[in-house]
């Protein structure tokens, strides 16, 4: 059984067992030994102490492990042992220069404000690629510019989350030599001497050289291919996610201000989405989305961190129990919205109007669509909407309008417009459908129809609509316009007798139909046995209109004035006019 001892190695507690901490002892004082007449020597041995506690802290699983002799050997075989150099000035000064017997090792993420301007950001990223930090500080600027100031936000990150270079052995690390004892001496001389450049050259061909002599057969090179290539993606990964997350951290930044959140900018979009919505205030709904969905983000963006950046700090218990309960409230906020929204539009309102048209049915219609340019340029159906001003007043304008024909046995013919919305209730629905502004006019025997509808803004956007059947009385003939396609595209159900296409004839009402007065004449097809048309076939010649089927032979045929000429596939003409039959061969 072997006692413990409890020590504070820089400011870290360990466990230690006896052995191991005599062991620790005679080291160190070996260390403190070699550096009695070195210039810097406190500030030596606080930097190797600061290391051997990173290395145990590396090795121990849990706070109650103890240390032995082992671990304490593992980390003096890193360290280097006292007597393997040099440390008296004057032996340095005589004898040649040796050869360098450093490791490299990989770089880790540091900020450097002794070079810094700022935070020391710029620096540290030069540092860990390689680059002069005027080159880093350059794109910062660039990249702040065409995002609009967003890339702050990303610099400020790695302000909080990467951790200054404070001590010899950090430096070391962030320039990517090995903390060794030798190597924080050599870096603490440099700087009494004021010299700061010697230790950025990495031997990368002697420690490839190295790593080759250590591969003891093929397997094991195999396994550090394998290793490499699988660190290679998970570096990928962690790119990945930095640009990912940040691209998205930075539209959300700008969407914030861009939609006039915060009053800055005023948007002519912002109008839209005030119709539209029906829930919490605009700069709510934007705030909220911006937490709910950016706090992911945030998280997304400090793990790619984690990936490239071995030593990087953690946000806190604090920040991360306010940020998640921050997320959490904005979900909750969000779905409140969104019942709020759907309950505003869970009811349809409608009201009727229905007045008399002085249409008899010996009169002949002429039907068609206006649109006013002030208001809208369109004279089609759509159900898309804009905001325009009337009289100095805000409107919503829509051109969702139904067109519906139908014949009735009165002697006067009516039209009914049918308005229709959603709202919160009923009452609310009925009250934005009575709000729709619509008007259609008979001047003559025209019959005028809006092709768009009107309503304050202030009601907001819920889907409004606009239904007009017109009554003719049977007997009458309808002239509609072709600007009235696009509206009367029904289905069956709706008992539309206006077809599509006969737009520009004149059609005679029927009971429930409509008989076309000007259309070409149609011919009988004996295979399909119903009547098609098929003029692309039929001779034009003469003025020859029409196609018909006797006993098997297609005979073409003229009707007018003068009477009636057939001529057949042969060219023999027989012709009736004048009560006189007259055949030509």
């Not at 911006?290 to 963006?301: K, Q, R, S, T, Y």
């Not at 059609?507 to 076309?516: F, G, K």
């Amino acid at each position: 059984m072997n006692k413990t001892v409890n020590i504070n190695l820089a400011g870290t507690f360990f466990h230690i067992d006896e052995d191991a901490y005599a062991r620790l002892q005679r080291y160190l004082e070996a260390i403190r030994h070699s550096f009695s007449n070195t210039q810097g020597r406190d500030e030596i041995i606080s930097d190797i102490e600061a290391r051997i506690a990173e290395l145990f802290n590396e090795k121990i699983k849990n706070d109650r492990q103890v240390i032995s002799i082992k671990e304490v050997e593992e980390v003096i075989t890193i360290m280097g042992q006292p007597e393997d150099y040099m440390v008296d000035e004057e032996i340095f000064e005589d004898e040649p220069k040796r050869t360098k017997t450093t490791k490299t090792v990989g770089k880790r993420l540091f900020r450097d404000p002794e070079n810094g301007y700022v935070g020391g950001v710029s620096s540290g990223l030069g540092h860990y690629l390689g680059i002069e930090a005027i080159w880093v500080r350059l794109l910062w600027v660039l990249l702040t510019i065409f995002s609009s100031g967003a890339f702050i936000l990303i610099y400020i990150a790695f302000w909080i989350f990467v951790p200054e270079a404070k001590s010899t052995a950090d430096k070391l690390a962030m320039r990517g030599e090995e903390v060794t004892v030798s190597n924080i001496e050599k870096k603490i001389r440099e700087g009494f001497h004021e010299v700061s450049d010697s230790i950025k050259n990495v031997d990368y061909e002697k420690y490839g050289k190295q790593a080759s002599a250590g591969a003891s057969s093929a397997a094991t090179t195999l396994g550090n291919i394998i290793k490499f290539c699988l660190k290679l993606f998970v570096k990928f990964v962690g790119i990945m996610l930095l640009l990912i997350a940040g691209s998205t951290l930075i539209g959300l930044f700008v969407g914030l201000f861009a939609i006039g959140t915060f009053g800055i900018i005023d948007a002519p979009w912002t109008d839209y989405i005030d119709v539209v919505n029906s829930g919490a205030p605009i700069w709510l709904i934007s705030l909220l989305v911006f937490f709910a969905v950016g706090i992911p983000f945030f998280f997304l963006f400090v793990l790619g961190l984690k990936i490239l950046v071995k030593n990087l700090k953690s946000i806190g218990r604090i920040a991360l129990l306010t940020l998640l309960g921050l997320w959490l409230f904005s979900i909750i906020g969000l779905s409140v919205v969104g019942v709020s929204q759907a309950t505003n539009r869970a009811f349809d309102g409608e009201v009727a109007n229905t007045e008399r048209l002085a249409i008899t049915p010996n009169d002949t219609v002429f039907l068609r669509m206006r649109h006013n340019n002030e208001l809208t340029g369109k004279t089609w159906k759509s159900s898309d909407f804009r905001l325009a001003f009337d009289d100095n007043k805000k409107v919503i304008v829509g051109n969702d309008i139904r067109l519906i024909v139908k014949s009735t046995k009165d002697s006067l013919g009516k039209i009914e417009i049918l308005k229709s919305a959603e709202g919160k209730d009923f009452q609310d629905a009925k009250e934005r459908a009575g709000n729709i502004e619509y008007s259609t006019s008979l001047i003559g025997n025209e019959l005028l129809l809006d092709s768009y509808f009107t309503t304050e803004s202030s009601y907001g956007y819920r889907d409004q609509e606009i239904q007009v059947t017109v009554y003719l009385p049977e007997g009458s003939t309808l002239f509609a316009d072709e600007n009235t396609s696009t509206f009367h595209r029904n289905y069956e159900s709706y008992g539309d007798i206006l077809i599509s296409g006969e737009e520009g004839h004149y059609l005679q009402i029927l009971e429930n139909e409509t008989r076309c007065e000007d259309c070409p004449l149609d011919s009988w097809d004996d295979d399909d046995n119903n009547w098609t048309e098929d003029r692309d076939d039929m001779d034009t010649s003469d003025d020859f209109n029409a196609r018909i089927d006797v006993n098997g032979e297609e005979l073409n045929i003229k009707i007018n004035d003068e009477g009636v000429e057939v001529k057949d596939r042969d060219g023999d003409r027989l012709k009736i006019e004048s009560g006189r039959i007259q055949k030509n061969n």
